[in-house]
């Protein structure tokens, strides 16, 4: 019981941190938000690097992140978490960038002609990347898996790719990407279906190859 | 069979392939780039908000010389060339209001 009470006494602590630390950042306090960059930076960027998979397009969108919560934390009302809010602003801002890039790929004929004035590497930059986190006996495939993860829809792959890459709970990944719990069960239920249909089929025409 | 076993051992695997995974660590001068990053886009923002005013208030300025100009050039098109006299002053009023026009009178009288 007295364990339990010590417990309690800690989360009222880190809730009155927070609430601190939000009310700080409102005021525009610049150590507040040094705190706020500090503690979830690499959270930020993980998130950004899952989707990106290019170091270089994930720092700089974590860096938008802070940048709009910086602009908005007078917006923020407290509904989510501050962490499932930032969580949510990366997810958001990653998918952007996404998707500018998949139109600009619609552009085949400009798409080209840019790549003979930019540098070639950094075009398969992307295609090359492998997450440093994971296992090298693992990173063949696990480059297998990220692209056929592309190929689901938007939000098997976002409810995925939190769940499996980030290493959220399913009632973490409902809150960020605010959906109930049942719908985030499905759509990940329905992601590893696709993905084992999708990894069969490439595994059967590589064998056939 | 045997192929089939081994396409699912294949998929077995790939998907297991993410498990174990370490988070990534960002730079230790993220927060220096970042610092940078909204320094430099508040200047931004503050020259070009100077910039969008001066540009205002230039614009402001022609528009109101313009207007001065045509509303100059059209007074001097109303203006005679010549002043008039006070004679030829009280003729045309006399004419305009036709106040010692008699013509009226006399003619009553005849009849």
Not at chain 1, 190 to 202: D, G, P, S, V
Not at chain 2, 22 to 50: C, I
Request: charged share 30%; aromatic share 12%; net charge negative.
């Amino acid at each position: 019981m007295q364990f339990r009470n010590v417990d309690i006494k800690r989360v009222n602590q880190k809730d009155i941190e927070k609430t601190s630390l939000i009310e700080r950042l409102q005021d525009g306090d610049e150590a507040a938000f040094k705190q706020l960059v500090n503690d979830h930076k690499d959270q930020v960027y993980n998130t950004c690097l899952g989707f990106l998979r290019n170091p270089h397009d994930a720092e700089d969108v974590s860096q938008e992140v802070f940048i709009q919560v910086y602009d908005s934390i007078n917006d923020f009302r407290e509904e989510a978490t501050l962490s499932t809010w930032i969580y949510r602003i990366a997810v958001t801002k990653s998918l952007e960038l996404i998707r500018y890039r998949k139109r600009q790929k619609r552009f085949g004929f400009f798409q080209a002609l840019n790549s003979l004035f930019n540098n070639p590497d950094e075009q398969s930059d992307e295609e090359s990347y492998m997450h440093p986190g994971i296992k090298l006996e693992n990173k063949e495939r696990a480059k297998i898996l990220f692209r056929e993860i592309d190929k689901l829809t938007e939000k098997q792959k976002v409810a995925f790719t939190l769940q499996k890459v980030e290493g959220l709970s399913y009632q973490e990944v409902a809150d960020v990407m605010e959906q109930s719990l049942s719908a985030v069960e499905s759509l990940i239920h329905r992601a590893k279906e696709n993905l084992i249909k999708q990894l069969r089929t490439y595994y059967e025409q590589n064998e056939m190859d | 069979m045997n192929t089939q076993n081994k396409t699912d051992r294949e998929v077995e695997k790939t998907m297991q392939s993410l498990d174990g995974f370490q988070p990534a660590k960002t730079d230790p001068f993220f927060y220096s780039r970042l610092s940078a990053k909204l320094e430099n886009r508040e200047e931004t923002e503050l020259e070009g908000s100077f910039n969008y005013g001066f540009a205002f208030s230039m614009a402001a300025v022609v528009v109101f010389l313009f207007l001065n100009v045509i509303s100059l050039s059209m007074y001097q098109n109303i203006i005679p060339d010549e002043p008039a006299t006070e004679q030829e002053i009280v003729e045309e009023l006399t004419y305009e209001y036709q106040a010692l026009d008699l013509s009226y009178y006399q003619t009553f009288e005849e009849e």
